[in-house]
């Protein structure tokens, strides 16, 4: 056969029965990928899933509600610079951080996946929603003297 060898893991495929369960070895060789798999799946990590549609034809990007499914709550008050007890972080991820800032304005700063911290992001007394995919927040005061509460939730 002239063809590529999947080395990913992409069965079993959530939503979709087979026989057998699992394929032997998967190829790419340009019919048999494309007339095979008829279904869009999107790769997970234990696996794949089927990518469904709702009746209207959207495209359904979670069972219910929003996707997420855990979050993390944690409490604080800032400092002038950024401190231990004013950094949470988690070793899963969050996809969402609601932030609700009370008092005075804060500086937060979110790190990647590859651990480093961004730049300084100004917020302003209000709830705040941040749609990105993060490992830790930290925050610290945005003006000297002027401690802010505040309460970070995690979503993922």
């Known amino acids: 056969m002239n063809g590529q060898r999947i080395a990913t893991i992409m069965w079993p495929i959530q939503g979709l029965d087979t026989e057998p369960d699992f394929p032997e070895e998967l190829f790419i060789d340009g019919e048999r990928l494309q007339l095979g798999l008829t279904y869009i799946v999107g790769k997970a990590p234990t696996g794949s899933a089927l990518v469904e549609a709702t009746s209207t034809g ?46 005075n304005e804060l500086f937060a700063s979110f790190k990647n996946a590859a651990g480093t911290w961004g730049s300084d992001w100004a917020l302003p007394v209000q709830d705040h929603r941040v749609v990105l995919s993060c490992y830790g927040v930290k925050f610290k005061s945005r003006t000297l003297g002027s401690d802010g509460d505040y309460e970070m939730r995690g979503l993922s």
Do not use: F
């Open 58 to 103: 959207a495209l359904k990007v979670a069972d219910t509600g929003s996707g997420l499914e855990t979050y993390d709550v944690n409490t604080g008050t800032s400092a002038d610079a950024y401190a231990a007890g004013q950094t949470h972080e988690t070793s899963s991820g969050w996809d969402e951080v609601r932030i609700l800032v009370e008092r």
